[in-house]
């Protein structure tokens, strides 16, 4: 605890140093969609920065109560109650979150599907609880997001089975950072960091040097396995260590894989940086689902984003665009380029033990 409020002490004096006459940091941090949601923004005044500050948290509470999948007047709740037996017409939206989560299941060959929590709201990881085998192949079936019928005429969602659930964690905290990095930019912002547990994306870069972004040692929460300089780039990290329990020698956590139901297997944790964060949170809950092989292989397909992957043995694997940059740039980071101190964990109210926010942590020193 002594640490962590150490920690949070530098955070805070580091937000209020002024680095020239014309402006200084501003930052907040609050407990929304099960996770802790920082938003830092370089600005000239300290009412409009709060302002802004305060738009970012107000869009995450929004779309808390469009998306989460426990409050019942949720737009997505409503279709997961009624979805199997009309197609209910949603917001335009929830409508183009439901496609882009289409695309991606495509695009992995299905390792990304929204349909996981046909089997996914039989866990409880906070309580403990699994499904029992008989239970998981009955439901299998359900997981396909081609059970999903999207019409754009009527804007509408229709399951073909019923039984079918669908849930956005796996992409959902990314859009949210890309809205609130949209409203930050409406107001002129040049320069901030939102980040949302595991996703974070960047405006500009930190007082002419670049963000210095930690990847978390998934099996010692105080350790980094990696250190990244980035500029207005989005991250995001999965890890098998963000919610999950043990059992029988079983780690059951949270990013299950399509075809099994069941907990992901071959890696702890996976980091993709890319330009946007509903692009890397999907992608770094799909590249999980692959593995190392098919996961690496499909993140050097793509042009605009790059890996970096923790296999189970703790070995560390990085995509082609960050082979170069493995071997140089972690090395030169100074403790006097660092940006503000940030790796206490949280334990936001009604969340599973065991979260932990991945990805965005500030460095005190280079990387090991
Ligand atoms: P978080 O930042 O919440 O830890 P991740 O990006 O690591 O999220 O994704 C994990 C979340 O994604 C799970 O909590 C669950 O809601 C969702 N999820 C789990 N498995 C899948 C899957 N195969 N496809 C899509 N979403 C998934
Ligand atoms: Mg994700």
């Given at each position: 605890?002594?640490?962590?409020?150490?920690?949070?002490?530098?955070?805070?004096?580091?937000?209020?140093?002024?680095?020239?006459?014309?402006?200084?940091?501003?930052?907040?941090?609050?407990?929304?969609?099960?996770?802790?949601?920082?938003?830092?923004?370089?600005?000239?005044?300290?009412?409009?920065?709060?302002?802004?500050?305060?738009?970012?948290?107000?869009?995450?509470?929004?779309?808390?109560?469009?998306?989460?999948?426990?409050?019942?007047?949720?737009?997505?709740?409503?279709?997961?109650?009624?979805?199997?037996?009309?197609?209910?017409?949603?917001?335009?939206?929830?409508?183009?979150?439901?496609?882009?989560s289409?695309?991606?299941?495509?695009?992995?060959?299905?390792?990304f599907?929204i349909?996981f929590?046909?089997?996914?709201?039989?866990?409880?990881?906070?309580?403990?609880?699994?499904?029992?085998?008989?239970?998981?192949?009955?439901?299998?079936?359900?997981?396909?997001?081609?059970?999903?019928?999207?019409?754009?005429?009527?804007?509408?969602?229709?399951?073909?089975?019923?039984?079918?659930?669908?849930d956005l964690g796996g992409i959902a905290?990314?859009?949210?950072?890309?809205?609130?990095?949209?409203?930050?930019?409406?107001?002129?912002?040049?320069?901030?960091?939102?980040?949302?547990?595991?996703?974070?994306?960047?405006?500009?870069?930190?007082?002419?040097?670049?963000?210095?972004?930690?990847?978390?040692?998934?099996?010692?929460?105080?350790?980094?396995?990696?250190?990244?300089?980035?500029?207005?780039?989005?991250?995001?990290?999965?890890?098998?260590?963000?919610?999950?329990?043990?059992?029988?020698?079983?780690?059951?956590?949270?990013i299950?894989?399509?075809?099994?139901?069941?907990?992901?297997?071959?890696?702890?944790?996976?980091?993709?940086?890319?330009?946007?964060?509903?692009?890397?949170d999907a992608?770094?809950t799909s590249?999980?689902?692959?593995?190392?092989?098919?996961?690496?292989?499909?993140?050097?397909?793509?042009?605009?984003?790059?890996?970096?992957?923790?296999?189970?043995?703790?070995?560390?694997?990085?995509?082609?665009?960050?082979?170069?940059?493995?071997?140089?740039?972690?090395?030169?980071?100074?403790?006097?380029?660092?940006?503000?101190?940030?790796?206490?964990?949280?334990?936001?109210?009604?969340?599973?033990?065991?979260?932990?926010?991945?990805?965005?942590?500030?460095?005190?020193?280079?990387?090991?």
């Amino acid at each position: 605890m002594k640490l962590r409020a150490g920690l949070l002490c530098a955070f805070l004096t580091a937000l209020l140093l002024p680095f020239s006459s014309q402006g200084a940091w501003f930052g907040k941090q609050a407990a929304i969609m099960g996770t802790r949601i920082g938003v830092e923004v370089w600005h000239e005044d300290e009412q409009a920065a709060n302002q802004a500050i305060e738009s970012v948290l107000d869009e995450f509470r929004r779309l808390d109560q469009a998306l989460s999948p426990y409050i019942e007047t949720s737009e997505l709740y409503l279709v997961n109650d009624r979805a199997a037996y009309q197609p209910v017409p949603i917001s335009k939206e929830f409508y183009d979150l439901l496609e882009t989560s289409q695309t991606y299941s495509q695009l992995t060959g299905g390792a990304f599907d929204i349909t996981f929590a046909s089997a996914g709201h039989q866990y409880d990881y906070r309580k403990e609880i699994k499904p029992t085998d008989e239970a998981l192949d009955q439901t299998r079936p359900l997981i396909n997001y081609r059970h999903l019928i999207l019409n754009p005429d009527s804007q509408s969602v229709h399951f073909k089975q019923s039984g079918v659930r669908i849930d956005l964690g796996g992409i959902a905290k990314g859009y949210a950072v890309d809205r609130g990095i949209h409203l930050l930019e409406q107001r002129g912002i040049e320069n901030a960091l939102i980040s949302a547990g595991g996703d974070s994306r960047m405006l500009g870069d930190h007082q002419g040097r670049p963000w210095y972004i930690g990847v978390q040692a998934p099996r010692d929460d105080k350790a980094l396995a990696a250190v990244l300089p980035l500029s207005d780039t989005a991250i995001s990290t999965s890890g098998d260590y963000e919610r999950y329990f043990e059992a029988d020698g079983v780690r059951y956590h949270h990013i299950l894989s399509p075809k099994t139901g069941r907990s992901a297997e071959g890696l702890r944790s996976v980091t993709i940086i890319g330009p946007n964060a509903t692009r890397t949170d999907a992608l770094s809950t799909s590249v999980f689902v692959l593995g190392l092989k098919d996961g690496l292989a499909l993140i050097n397909r793509q042009k605009d984003v790059e890996a970096v992957i923790i296999d189970s043995q703790g070995q560390m694997h990085a995509s082609q665009g960050l082979e170069d940059f493995k071997q140089s740039e972690t090395t030169e980071v100074q403790p006097a380029h660092l940006g503000p101190v940030n790796t206490n964990p949280i334990r936001p109210e009604g969340s599973a033990l065991g979260v932990r926010p991945a990805g965005a942590v500030f460095v005190p020193s280079k990387a090991e």
